[in-house]
Structures are given as C-alpha cells and as structure tokens.
C-alpha cells in the first residue's frame, strides 16, 4: 500500500503544516486507508467532471507503475546536465537519480577568503539537474551518509504530496530514503532541503537545485515550433549570510551546526554577505565559464530557492523566455532582462549571434559585481558587422 499521508489530510480539511507534522511525528507516517483514498480519488474525478473534464486525461489514468521501463540517471554537477532526449517518443518511464548529501567546507570568495560550512546534494551548489518528461515518475534515492552529522529531506516543487516529499525523506545521517513521484505538469522546478524548523537554514547554505520535466514532444515556441537546444546550462543562485566578528572579518566553522546560531542572526538581518552563482564568487568564470558558438542555441535554467533575481545576458537576449519556468505557458519573446521569483526556476533559450565574452548576470548590478552574482558565457564565431560596428575606434575628438 502507498504511504499516503497527505491523502489523510486532505480528506479531512485543506493541507495544515502543522496538522501535518503532529500526526507524522506522534505515529509516524500515517496509513491511508485503501477506501479513504478510493473516496478522495471519487471526489476529485466529480470536481473535474463538473467543469467539464475527463479525470483520467487530467490524471492519466491508473498506471501500473512495475510494469513501466526503468532508466538509471547518472547526475552530473551543475552548470552541466546530463545528457537528455529533448522530443521523446518512448512511453512514460520510471527515471531513477540517486543522490547524496554532503556536508563539506567550501570556499566562497578566494579572494577574501570567506568560507561556509556548506550542505549540498551530491556535493555541489546547486545540486544536479535532474531531467525527465511529462507523465514519467521520478524515483530518487536520497542518502545521507553516516559521515554527516544533520538530518535531511527533499521538497520537489514539481511533486504532489507529502511536502512535495520531504515529509516521506527525512534521512538522519546513516540512513537513506527512496521517493518517487509522478511528473504530472511540465516546467522547471525547484527542490530543496526542508528539516522542520530549519528550512530556511539548509537552503541558504546550499541545499537546492532544478528538477526539469519537459514536454514529451519538447519545447514549443508561441506559434508551436519546436524550440531545440545545443546546449543547456543550469545556473543556481544564492544568497549567503556569512557571520563577521567584532573585526569585521569571516567566521569559520568546524561543522555546520556550530555556525547555526551566527548564521541565523545574520539571515535575520536580510543582507547577504554574499550573492553567488553556483556556489562561489566566480564559479562561472575563467575555467568555468559557460561556452557556446555563433549559431548556437542555449537554454539557460536559471532557479534561485529563497531570493528574487534577475537574470540579464549582457549583449545579448532571451529570445524564448519562460520566466516562471512553466512551458505549458507561451514563452515571453525578446526580452532584455527577466524575473526570477525565489523559489522558482525560469528558463531562456537564445541563439547567439555574435562572438564575445558574454557577462550573464544578476540586473540588480549591486548583487552581480560587488557581492558576486555574475559569471560568463565565451562564444566563438564569426563577427557579424551588421548587427554591430565600430565604425570609429576610441581617440581624440577632432577640432572643429
Ligand atoms: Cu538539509
């Protein structure tokens, strides 16, 4: 039988937090009822027959979710994604990552030479991308291992129920959880950590990344053309609260919890010490700079978990733009900047037309280049003098 929990809940009243908690914590995961969910389920089928729409095209049907392929997905560590059909033609598929947690040192900024105790999944900032399609099922296995010393979960945007999974994955360190859900609307969603009590706390120290399910038949612009692209980059945004002393100089920690108590204050404050992309003042520059040719059509996944942003490509544009992230919603064409509401992922897709060194930033120009949300893209070509030309180079200013 499924761990239905939320089922309970909702058969009851609308979802209460609380509500949710003190049954999972006075007897553990509650049991739906078989009956309990057939009755919510019927309820739900004469809720959408009533406006007009057949439950099973919304719901798709039962699935017997065995009987399904399965497909194991290596994760790769951001600005990367791992290889992925864009169109599919296959029959929906249970994806399967596998994730692990990691409570590390890093290094924020070389050049002041801040450092946090972070917390990442599979050690990197923002954890990996996962891809799958509309009506595949996720299955992630979330581990956290003995060498930790926090507990952790995973809230999935994209999921329905259960705290969007962090009410069936809490995982003390030792332990490891498998979740799986059922893709049921397309987009780019965030996931994070979310250990009651403590959410805000394992987000601004590291713990979110992009979950991207795409439409079977892929991306469509407003006029239903496909939309492929050659390259993706995912692109995780951060707000840091790094603790100064009385010297005004970086703290370091130990553990993660030994910087609770300092780290909190500072969030409370509500100004970053630093606003990173991927983890680090520079992550996207020099060697890891994202890279692209003339012609060249990239997706940019942009997703912030607790801060709004504002991404801009300097010299260039979004030429398809989701800024909500959700592609069963026509893209936005054109734009010069667009808007990232915390805790949402957006996504841009733009082909270059001119060779250069790309800025890519955060428009609030304060946050990109004095606290550190820029990085670059290099794109390689052949310059086009129509689209622009130094018709005079910089020198004196003639005498009239
Ligand atoms: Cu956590």
């Known amino acids: 039988m499924d761990r239905s929990p939320d089922t309970k809940l909702d058969s009851r009243n609308p979802l209460s937090r609380r509500n949710f908690f003190t049954t999972s914590m006075a007897g ?19 809720m959408l027959r009533a406006v007009g729409v057949t439950p099973s095209a919304v719901l798709g049907g039962a699935v017997d979710v065995d009987k399904l392929e399965r497909v194991k997905v290596k994760l790769v560590a951001p600005p990367h994604v791992h290889a992925h059909e864009q169109a599919t033609k296959a029959a929906p598929r249970v994806i399967e990552f596998r994730m692990v ?3 590390k040192k890093i290094v924020v900024d070389e050049e002041s030479g801040a450092t946090m105790q972070a917390m990442t999944f599979d050690g990197s900032m923002p954890g990996p991308t996962m891809v799958v399609h509309e009506g595949d099922y996720v299955e992630l296995t979330l581990v956290n291992p003995a060498t930790n010393k926090l507990e952790h979960n995973i809230d999935f945007h994209a999921a329905t129920g259960a705290l969007g999974g962090a009410g069936l994955t ?21 996931y994070h950590c979310a250990p009651e009590g403590m959410v805000a706390w394992h987000v601004v120290t590291g713990m979110s990344g992009t979950l991207m399910v795409l439409p079977r038949d892929g991306l469509k612009d ?8 050659d390259k993706v980059y995912t692109i995780g945004e951060f707000d840091l609260y790094i603790p100064k002393d009385e010297n005004g100089n970086y703290k ?28 680090k003042v520079g992550a ?27 991404p801009h490509l300097i010299g260039g544009h979004g030429d398809w733009v989701w800024e909500t992230g959700k592609f069963d919603n026509p893209p936005e064409k054109g734009l ?31 946050e990109a280049f004095e606290l550190g949300a820029a990085g670059h893209v290099k794109v390689e070509g052949k310059w086009n003098d129509d689209l622009m030309k130094q018709v005079a180079a910089p020198g004196p200013i003639p005498a009239k």
């Open 28 to 46: 553990g995961l509650a049991l739906a009822t078989g009956s309990a969910v057939a009755a919510a389920s019927t309820r739900t089928d004469d």
């Open 101 to 103: 947690i990691e409570e």
């Open 170 to 190: 809490k995982v003390a360190p030792g332990e490891q959880a498998i979740l799986r859900f059922k893709a049921d609307r397309t987009g780019v969603f965030i």
């Open 222 to 229: 407003t006029q239903g053309k496909s939309l492929s692209y």
């Open 252 to 279: 370091e920690y130990d553990t993660a919890l030994e910087s609770y108590g300092d780290t909190v204050e500072a969030m409370r404050g509500l100004i970053p010490s630093h606003i990173v992309f991927n983890g």
């Open 284 to 310: 996207l520059m020099g060697d890891g700079a994202m890279t692209a040719k003339v012609g060249e059509s990239v997706l940019f996944i942009h997703a912030s978990a607790n801060r709004d942003t504002r």
């Open 336 to 366: 010069e900047t667009w808007f990232i509401r915390g805790g949402s992922a957006g996504a841009a897709f733009y082909t270059f037309k001119q060779p250069g060194v790309y800025a890519y930033v955060n428009h609030n120009l304060i």
